[in-house]
């Protein structure tokens, strides 16, 4: 009785705490509304279902608690599809999707991308919806830190990241 209740207790605590650090996604036009009424940073992950890059980003890097809970309280996040094949609609203009051969892509990844579509890739944009910075390639957690910190914290607009990176100690191991 007694290890079924210790094995209760650290099964509720571990659900709790993984239920804190789960990464709060929206969709595009969800962040974009959102912004416009409590103004915040977007990070747009930007993937497609046959990366598997995109999924071990998804399972190493988003779901680490200290990421996930920075996304959730400094940027509104977006997942994505670079396939999407419904129409977006942002800022009155339309994004359709573009047949391209056995894959094609929705005209907003390419856009986001500037023309470079790899995957995974995350975007930043500011407060405004302008692009901050594309970022190409599976990244770890640590690195990702930096980089969110960089991006979150605004020392982009006033700091070298060569400086940055520097002086800032993660607190991902």
């Not at 705490?17 to 969800?30: D, G, L, M």
């Not at 359709?96 to 929705?106: A, E, L, P, Q, S």
């Not at 830190?145 to 991006?151: A, E, G």
Request: proline share 3%; with cysteine.
């Amino acid at each position: 009785m007694r290890v079924f209740i210790i094995f209760c207790a650290a099964f509720l605590f571990t659900a709790t705490v993984a239920a804190q650090s789960i990464v709060k996604w929206h969709t595009i036009e969800e962040a974009f509304e959102m912004v416009n009424k409590e103004p915040r940073k977007i990070m747009i992950d930007v993937y497609t279902d046959w990366c598997s890059w995109c999924k071990v980003m998804d399972n190493q890097t988003f779901s680490h608690p200290v990421i996930a809970d920075y996304i959730n309280a400094n940027f509104y996040a977006v997942k994505f599809n670079a396939e999407q094949k419904t129409d977006v609609v942002l800022n009155g203009q339309t994004y359709k999707y573009v047949n391209n051969g056995t894959r094609g892509y929705n005209q907003l990844a390419a856009s986001l991308l500037n023309g470079q579509l790899g995957y995974p890739s995350v975007v930043f944009l500011d407060e405004k919806t302008n692009m901050i910075y594309p970022l190409q390639g599976f990244v770890k957690a640590q690195p990702f830190d930096q980089i969110l910190k960089f991006i979150g914290g605004d020392a982009y607009k006033t700091t070298k990241w060569e400086d940055f990176t520097a002086s800032y100690v993660s607190p991902v191991l």
